[in-house]
């Protein structure tokens, strides 16, 4: 159940839109279901004699009673309440209970209180209701209604609970403010997809994703697209800055700004200064790299930010949650046309799961924040060849880091951050899949055409180092390609028992979806292998043996970089 709670300034244009039609005719049978005291609000539903105008100036009366000057600009307060999808229907008689329950603990209408605002309840569907009060009590004074939207919350909690309704999420005043009716009304009136409060706060989250400093940030605002404006001290400091989406107007023509404080909490000035020092990075010199090697350079940091998340340090953790979410937006800014889409839902979800009450410690996360600014430099991705098997990988780690994010959310009873990083791993999986396929199809065709006693002597390697999952993965898809990855690191020199024992041992495997996979993307990983193999014809020449390769790889897999170099 969800109330969704805001103010403004016409009761007459309120009650126009409940009693009306509808966008597109969806309000059937408009009428009032509660009151502030039974029979004295008229109702146009229900009596055709009855006007707008009466019921308005009904509920506005003690607003009326007032001289001019004690009136407030804005004294209309509107609460709509639905139900979840997949709820049983309300009766009119527990629809006008919600109501009751709502007023009384938002401070509106307490309960036995007969000074209090005056208040309706109209019913035009089937699954919500619309609560409208005068904000000025009875006896002419102000309610008190401060914390009324977590207040209604709270109660919608209760009311689930007691009526074997979908109980859900909890908040904790952490998330960024939703768009208004108003605003997502005008959305659809312009043909926009979305209020452009969402497009803003994405578009500044990923221009924040691996900048070097404050400037850069202001420069990718512009480089985007963005109306942006800075407000500047008489010193010549910068204290704050908005931005406008370019056609987006007022009724006087003029922009409709939004403060980085009203996109989202942590994207006021202060906060974003905050991140950019705790998380410092150095300008890049020379070329820039290739997607695949920046997105091969990224799963290292992930595969620290999973570690982070499954320890006791609250502060670390915050800031590894921050870190990635920075390289899930470069992700979703970079990624070919067949996954940008979730990869971008995925960003969004994750938004969500960056931010709690926990204070980031001064933890190091510049390891993820360069990590995006590698991916961002890199530009596009193919999501072919080897791009796409690099972008494969780091999209398997993530889902890793995701779920241990929401294991960390669960254990910190953080219901709806909790949720937002389960989301975020399912349209990870997504991604992947469709990342994945081609690269995996190469290599299972590799696998599949290995003669007999190498296959046998593979599957005996991975028996002995999974023995009670073997049968499993055998089942699995990726069964052929690990095979065939386990073939062609031992013709570059490794040894295959070891290896398997070394990248089983660097994270749990439970929450993997596809064990296989997994470890065939941390094969490829720890020993430097293409993403994207050709059958080999010949064995190559012995290069780092497994000896070294175990003590280099004990804590952390090393950059890519650092492997070929330590192989030459």
């Known amino acids: 159940m969800v109330p969704d709670i805001s103010t403004g300034s016409r009761t007459y ?11 597109r005719d969806e309000h059937t049978d408009p009428h009032i279901v509660a009151a502030w005291q039974p029979g ?19 509920l506005d009366l003690p607003l009326l009673a007032l001289p001019v000057g004690r009136r407030p600009k804005r004294h209309v307060w509107h609460c709509p309440v639905r139900t979840a999808p997949g709820d049983r229907l309300l009766t009119e008689a527990e629809w006008g209970e919600v109501a009751r329950r709502i007023v009384h603990a938002t401070g509106i209408a307490p309960e036995g209180d007969d000074r209090a605002c005056r208040w309706i309840a109209v019913r ?29 919350q709270a109660e919608c909690r209760k009311i689930e609970k007691e009526w074997g309704l979908q109980q859900l999420n909890p908040g904790d005043r952490t998330a960024a403010q939703r768009p208004t009716s108003a605003e997502r009304s005008k959305a659809e009136r312009v043909g926009r997809t979305e209020p452009p409060r969402e497009t803003l706060r994405e578009a500044v989250r990923q221009a924040l994703a691996g900048a070097v400093d404050e400037g850069e940030f202001f420069a990718r605002l512009a480089a985007a697209g963005l109306r942006v404006e800075r407000r500047i001290a008489p010193s010549g400091d910068v204290l704050g800055y908005k931005v406008a989406l370019p056609g987006d107007r007022n009724r006087a023509g003029e922009p409709v700004w939004f403060s980085g404080s009203k996109l989202a909490p942590d994207l006021s000035l202060p906060k974003i200064r905050q991140r950019l020092e705790t998380g410092a990075l150095d300008p890049e010199e020379g070329s ?42 470069a992700l979703a800014l970079t990624a070919p046309a067949t996954t940008r889409r979730e990869l971008s839902q995925a960003a969004r979800a994750f938004e969500r799961a960056t931010r709690t009450h926990e204070r980031a410690a001064r ?30 990988m780091v999209l398997s780690t993530l889902v890793l880091v ?42 299972r065709h590799h696998g599949q055409r290995l003669p007999e006693p190498v296959r046998h002597r593979h599957t005996a390697t991975v028996a002995d180092a999974l023995p009670e999952q073997a049968d499993r993965l055998r089942g699995e898809p990726g069964w052929d390609a690990l095979l065939a990855t386990l073939d062609q690191a031992q013709q570059a020199g490794h040894d295959p028992t070891a290896l398997l024992k070394i990248v089983v041992g660097q994270r749990e495997l439970d929450t993997a979806d596809n064990v296989t996979d997994v470890l065939i993307w941390r094969i490829r990983h720890t020993t430097g292998l293409p993403t994207a193999p050709k059958p080999a014809t010949r064995p190559a020449p012995a290069r780092t043996p497994i000896s070294t390769l175990a003590e280099t790889t004990a804590r952390t897999s ?3 970089a650092e492997q ?5």
């Open 558 to 560: 090393p950059a890519p």
């Open 564 to 568: 070929r170099r330590a192989r030459r």
């Open 13 to 23: 244009g309120l009650l126009a839109y409940l009693y009306g039609p509808g966008r």
């Open 40 to 58: 004295l609000a008229p109702d146009p539903g229900r009596d055709p004699a009855v006007t707008l105008r009466e019921l308005t100036d009904r």
């Open 288 to 329: 820039r790299p290739r997607p695949a090697a920046a997105r091969r350079d990224a799963v290292t940091p992930a595969v620290r930010a999973a570690t982070a998340l499954d320890q006791d340090d609250d502060g670390t953790a915050v800031a590894q949650l921050v870190g990635t979410g920075e390289l899930l937006d």
């Open 124 to 152: 035009h569907a089937d699954d919500h209701i619309h609560i409208v009060a005068t904000l000025k009590r009875q006896d002419g004074r102000s309610p008190r209604r401060h914390n009324d939207s977590a207040r209604a």
């Open 402 to 443: 995701t779920l241990a994010a929401a294991r960390w959310h669960s254990a910190h009873g953080h219901a709806q951050q909790a949720a937002a990083a389960h989301q975020t791993a399912q349209h990870l999986r997504t991604a992947y899949q469709t990342t994945a396929a081609p690269p995996l199809r190469a290599m």
């Open 363 to 392: 933890a190091d996360h510049r390891a993820l924040r360069t990590a995006a600014r590698g991916v961002l430099r890199a530009g596009d991705a193919l999501g072919r060849g080897e791009d796409g098997g690099a972008t494969a």
